[in-house]
Nanobody
Framework: QVQLAESGGGLVQPGGSLRLTCRASGFSLDHFHVGWFRQAPGSEREAVSCTGYNDGYTFYADSVKGRFTISRDGANTVYLDMNSLKPEDTGVYYC????????????????WGQGTQVTVSS
């Protein structure tokens, strides 16, 4: 079964850090673009960060530039390191994979997992 699984979320105070993990089972992410997206209550899913698989493509939403870092580890894992977290970073974080052009929009990605909740609050 082809599936992605997100983990690493939690409750953190403003200014804190978290590392989210996206792990593939049943297939390799070597030839897929991988993206992190988040969804706050009552809002649409939005792009946070994406990484291409072969051309150095990397995208960060303006709201997370300088604070978040996306990285790959081997064939099955992609991380999202989140620093200097803000209350507006709160939401359910999902990872997805894609082929073709490495555009970082939710409709281009699939194989979504269940998501991991990130709550930034004092």
């Amino acid at each position: 079964q082809v599936q992605l699984a997100e983990s690493g979320g939690g409750l953190v105070q403003p200014g804190g850090s978290l590392r989210l993990t996206c792990r593939a089972s049943g297939f390799s992410l070597d030839h897929f673009h991988v993206g992190w997206f988040r969804q706050a209550p009552g809002s649409e899913r939005e792009a946070v960060s994406c990484t291409g698989y072969n051309d150095g493509y990397t995208f960060y939403a303006d709201s997370v530039k300088g604070r978040f870092t996306i990285s790959r580890d081997g064939a099955n894992t992609v991380y999202l390191d989140m620093n200097s977290l803000k209350p507006e970073d709160t939401g359910v974080y999902y990872c997805g994979d894609a082929l073709g052009q490495p555009q970082c929009v939710p409709s281009h990605y699939g194989d979504w997992g269940q998501g991991t909740q990130v709550t930034v609050s004092s």
